[in-house]
């Protein structure tokens, strides 16, 4: 991939796979950089499922680095998972039922689908906080659906040099 590949592309995992094949060690030395377009893409969507876990959890990520604080980040770990749980298990509660219908509402998803997608969604934000403590380098291809290239873009510019 060329800078003007990257700059014409809409496909993230694509972008994220050429940047980590264009230079490994570079591509690990863009931690916080890759976290906090994960972050942001986390955001994007919080207006489908406004968990004030996911929101605290998100802060958290954004503001303090997992290695100084493990027993926050796992407070904040089993909250998030707490709130994907009562939704997963509990689809039928009015709570539930209320966030699989705005889902609905604002995707124009099946209540099926939009049950599935904020299962998918409470995971990312699940995954995007226990990111930097947990880099291996892998690129989240379960949740390219949440991932927005111009997001990258805006935090990685001109990777590749002519």
């Known amino acids: 991939m060329t800078n003007e590949d990257w700059n014409r592309s809409d496909n993230p995992i694509e972008m994220l796979e050429a940047l980590k094949s264009y230079s490994a060690p570079d591509f690990i030395g863009r931690i916080k950089l890759l976290q ?72 124009n998803l099946s209540k099926d689908e939009s049950f599935d997608y904020a299962v998918s969604f409470g995971y990312f934000v699940d995954w995007v906080l226990l990111y930097r403590g947990s880099w291996n380098g892998k690129i989240p291809v379960e949740y390219a659906h949440f991932l927005d290239a111009n997001i990258l873009r805006k935090h990685i510019k001109q990777p590749f040099i002519s």
């Open 36 to 107: 906090t377009f994960y972050i942001e893409c986390c955001r994007k969507y919080l207006s489908l499922w406004p968990d004030s876990d996911f929101i605290a959890a998100l802060d958290f990520a954004e503001n303090h680095s997992s290695e100084h604080n493990k027993e926050e980040l796992k407070k904040h770990d089993y909250n998030v998972e707490g709130s994907i749980f009562a939704l997963q298990y509990n689809p039928e509660t009015e709570t539930s039922q209320k966030i699989i219908n705005h889902i609905c509402k604002l995707t």
